[in-house]
């Protein structure tokens, strides 16, 4: 198994004078998910399109395979890619879309012939042959998209955006056919989003991008309870998050006084870590919403507004009345930055 | 919408009865003109006018000059108008507005620009005489060749808006994901880009054709007498020869061309599909 | 496909399609007696000679004149039939958008030979009064297009707002609906305008002593003269139009109704 399937090495990657990725290094592991994980403009896209062969790097190289892809063009490079908009041909039957880039590579009618129907039964689309896209439901038509990718037997597959278009019971049902495919087929597969929960839930290893930059590699539970910097934090959902100076926790708004000695220039809580109902701070209500399994308060304090979830048995507090919190050393997640 | 179709036919009325009386009628009496003779209906002056070898040159040379200008355009329209898709906005704008520009231009004038370029103390003989090339002035002006590049530049326009817009229709990622799927810049265009642009083709394709064929303008400033298409051997049969017999028969090729090429246009169109 | 060779591609063809007529400019503009480019040296004595030939003057007149009154004609036939067209539901609807757009497809210069033949001679009607019929003619189909299509765009709900708060047919359609398609109108007029000024084939049989339009004109001027004013001239023709243009794109966003 190789360590550095896909590798980018001082990767520069740029929008005419501007550049969106400098100097990026990555190695993918083969059969591993990989998430590209980020806001809008941190580089994800643009080193994924890199990597299939749609923008030219400015410098340093991608290797594939340890084959040196950096000047090969994108039709030659062995990837699949299942865009966003799906990218379906809607001029060709669902059949012949998936047919297309055997039919490319001059097979003989009879193995396109199986190939493709294999690679449709194995996105249980078998009988939609014959439709058009425009024919299809937006879920069947992603199947039909990862379908015409998977025939060709890449090295590499690429995702933009796999699940942002679904709802969440298409969402659910997406990720499972993602991962089944994947461990059957084995493939490589690197996929980029904006969303954390769709990382966690699929990836085997996450990429947090920023401004073009790498701000955290790790696995999913890495990310989750120890991400490394603000940033980091704030992305994964860590919604309270303050400076320290000295025996206080700080904001431009004001202070509370820190029960226990920090060792890190910054603290971080997820809502869940707020302790709620009781403790030594206290705050006003401006807002509360029920999620089910719990409540979440925003809760005007001198430091600012805290997000915190309470559980689903304690009483609510109604907005405009005062609650007690905590903010307990436990739970708290220590930030370098 | 509104009922009363009284009132709408009131209104529509004016205007279609004015089009049929002024063009229509007029139109129609002239194309009759074509079948008729003494006896009655016949197609004696369609006969006439294919025996002489003169009007026979004349017809197949149109027709071969149409098909050429509107095959050219096509490959240079389609070359342009996928460069054109790859431009940023703001460039895509300002380009498109250099490619209409020619349209608002009299092709009078447009044309006349051939005369400058072609003649003999034209740009291109004096690069060939001073190139060594030659040593007297190659006649240029009054070939088919003039003709030819006259049309071209005259109708390309017209093609480039159409594939143009046609090109704005291919959904967003379909070209890279061809591209990723293992084609070629060939196999994209003639497996993806042709078959979704084809409407802009016909469009395009019966534009610059039928322009072709019943152009005066160009044929007669870089034709002249020496290279005579349709519509300026009909001007000189009339002018000249007041024989409005051969007048009406090249009018009715020129209407039956026209509609030939636009339902031939069509029915490839469907087809493919 | 690299940006470079799209550049590339897209700067030949637009030499290709503009180049000779900055060509004309410059030959026009020489200074020598011969028509050449590149010119030798530079005058504006050409330039200067086409505004005083007189023959110009009256058949720049002439084709004014028909392009305005030409296209106000068109208009008034035109707007009421492209509303009729859109707001009813009219029998035989298609056929009429078919004769309203046939002089579109028959070749001018038919057309003219027709009128001249059927109208001209047996009803007597004078060469002005038949040029103005074909320019109205010619420019209908125009002018029915793009109004059709400025009035697509503006719902008919508003009409019919405007019944029940009370007008008439008429004065909703005159308060309602001319305001809003004011663009589309001004659009197609300035597309029949052009069209109708830079006409050739239609008027070439319509065409009589004393009685030319400008292109015309300068067809005949063409024949006989072989010094640079006659390049001078295409070069004022090609502004004339592009002058029209650029000012209905100040006052309009022209490119938003065709």
């Known amino acids: ?337 | ?273 | 496909m690299k940006n470079l060779t799209s550049w590339a591609i897209i700067a030949l063809t637009l030499t290709f399609l503009i180049g000779p007529f900055i060509i004309i400019i410059f030959a026009g503009a020489s200074a020598g007696e011969a028509l050449a480019f590149p010119p030798d040296g530079l005058s504006l004595r050409w330039y200067l000679k086409v505004f005083t030939i007189e023959s110009f003057r009256q058949s720049f007149l002439l084709s004014m004149g028909l392009a305005i009154f030409g296209t106000i004609a068109a208009l008034l036939l035109g707007i009421p039939a492209a509303y009729a067209l859109n707001r009813y539901d009219l029998p035989g609807a298609e056929t009429i958008r078919m004769v309203v757009a046939s002089p579109i497809i028959v070749p001018g210069i038919i057309v003219g030979l027709a009128l001249l033949r059927y109208l001209v001679i047996p009803l007597d009607f004078t060469v002005t009064l038949a040029l103005f019929l074909a320019h109205t003619a010619l420019v209908l189909p125009y002018a029915v297009r793009v109004v059709s299509s400025s009035l697509n765009n503006l719902r008919s709900d508003m009409e019919e707002a405007a019944v029940l708060l009370g007008c008439t047919r008429l004065q909703a359609f005159n308060k309602v609906v001319l305001p809003n398609i004011r663009g589309g109108v001004l659009a197609a007029f300035i597309l029949g305008f052009v069209t109708s000024f830079n006409q050739v084939p239609v008027s070439l049989f319509l065409s009589g002593p004393g009685v030319r339009t400008l292109p015309i004109d300068m067809l005949s001027y063409m024949e006989i003269t072989y010094d640079p004013s006659v390049a001078a001239l295409s070069a004022v023709l090609a502004f004339m139009s592009l002058a029209i243009v650029f000012i209905a794109e100040r006052l309009l966003g022209f490119s938003r109704y065709v």
């Open chain 2, 1 to 273: 919408m509104f009922s009363s179709t009284r009132t709408g036919l009131a209104l529509a009325l004016p205007a279609a009865i004015f089009a049929s009386l002024l063009f229509i009628l007029p139109v129609g009496i002239l194309l009759s003109e074509a079948f008729k003779s003494d006896a009655g209906w016949t197609l004696q002056g369609y006969i006439d006018f294919f025996a002489k070898p003169l009007n026979r040159t004349v017809f197949l040379r149109t027709l071969k000059l149409g098909v050429l200008v509107a095959g050219t355009a096509a490959i240079i329209g389609y070359a342009t108008a996928f460069a054109i898709t790859n431009l940023s906005p703001k460039s895509r704008g300002r380009v498109f507005g250099l490619i209409i520009l020619p349209l608002m231009i009299s092709p009078v004038a447009r044309t006349y620009a051939w005369i400058v370029i072609l003649g003999r103390t034209g740009i291109v003989n004096d690069t060939i005489v001073g190139l060594g090339l030659s040593d007297t002035p190659i006649r240029l002006l009054f070939t088919e060749t003039a003709v030819f590049l006259g049309l071209l530049q005259l109708f390309m326009p017209l093609m480039i808006i159409s594939l143009l817009s046609a090109m704005e229709n291919i959904p967003k990622d379909v070209i890279p994901a061809a591209r990723v799927l293992g084609a070629n810049w060939f196999q994209v265009f003639f497996k993806v880009i042709l078959p979704l642009t084809k409407e802009g083709l016909v469009v395009g394709g019966t534009l610059v054709f039928t322009g072709a064929l019943t152009a005066y303008i160009t044929p007669a400033i870089l034709g002249g007498s020496k290279v005579l298409m349709l519509e300026t051997l009909l001007y000189q049969r009339v002018n000249v020869a007041n024989d409005f017999v051969s007048a009406s028969v090249i009018a009715m090729i020129l209407i039956v061309m026209s509609f030939s090429a636009n339902l031939l246009l069509k029915r490839i169109a469907t087809a493919r599909k």
């Open chain 1, 1 to 337: 198994m190789s360590d550095n399937f896909v590798s980018l090495s001082d990767l520069t990657l740029s929008y005419g004078q501007t550049v969106a990725v400098p100097n990026l290094n990555l190695d993918v592991v083969e059969g591993e998910l990989i998430a590209l994980l980020g806001p809008s403009g941190c580089g994800k896209t643009t080193t994924m399109r890199a990597i299939a062969g749609l923008l030219t790097p400015t410098s340093g190289t991608i290797a594939i395979d340890g084959r040196d892809v950096t000047r090969v063009a994108a039709n030659k490079r062995g990837i699949g890619l299942v865009f966003q908009s799906y990218a379906l041909f809607p001029h060709l039957t669902a059949f012949e879309n998936v047919a297309f880039g055997l039919r490319l590579q001059k097979m003989p009618d009879a193995e396109v012939r199986e190939r493709t129907e294999k690679g449709i039964a194995t996105v249980s689309l078998a009988g939609f042959e014959k439709r058009k896209p425009a024919e299809m439901s937006g879920g069947q038509q992603q199947r039909l998209a990862l379908a015409r990718s998977l025939v060709m037997k890449p090295k590499v597959l690429l995702l933009d955006e796999p699940l942002s278009n679904l709802d969440a019971r298409l969402r659910l049902e997406m990720r499972t056919e993602l991962q089944r495919v994947q461990k059957k087929t084995g493939v490589t597969m690197v996929f980029v989003t904006h969303d954390q929960s769709e990382a966690l839930a699929l990836a085997d290893r996450i990429v947090l991008m920023k401004d073009g930059k790498i701000e955290q590699l790790g696995t999913p539970h890495e990310l989750y309870a120890e991400p490394a910097t603000a940033f980091a934090a704030e992305f994964m959902g860590f919604e309270n998050i303050f400076r320290v100076e000295g025996a206080n926790l700080m904001s431009d708004t004001g202070q509370l006084p820190l029960g226990f000695t920090a060792k890190s220039p910054m603290l971080a809580w997820r809502p869940s870590g707020v302790q709620v109902g009781d403790g030594p701070f206290s705050g006003r209500v401006s807002a509360s919403s029920y999620a089910g399994g719990h409540r979440e308060y925003v809760i005007d304090t001198p430091i600012g507004q805290i997000k915190a979830d309470a559980s689903i048995e304690t009483p609510e507090v109604p907005i405009g009345d005062t609650i007690a919190f905590g903010l307990p050393e436990t739970t708290a997640r220590p930030l370098a930055k």
